[in-house]
């Protein structure tokens, strides 16, 4: 049940959205290039941040740089 209480985690660290371009989801309207995300989770591949829609949402690393 760990899904419940993702929003609540503490920030891991700060990152940067880059770039919303996808090749194959729809991206552009849950993350802005230039806006600055809270990462409250992290994989090998995938940041998880509280995206546009102010649910938490997984999105790979290549959209994102590190601050």
Do not use: Q
Not at 15 to 24: G, L, M, T
């Amino acid at each position: 049940m760990i899904h419940k209480t993702w929003e609540a985690n503490e920030t891991i660290k700060t990152i940067k959205c880059v770039h919303a371009n996808a090749e194959k989801y729809k991206v552009d309207t849950m993350l802005s290039p230039g806006k600055t995300y809270e990462v409250k989770n992290e994989t090998e591949e995938f940041y998880f941040v509280i995206d546009n829609s102010g649910r938490m949402g997984g999105f790979k690393k290549d959209y994102f740089e590190e601050l």
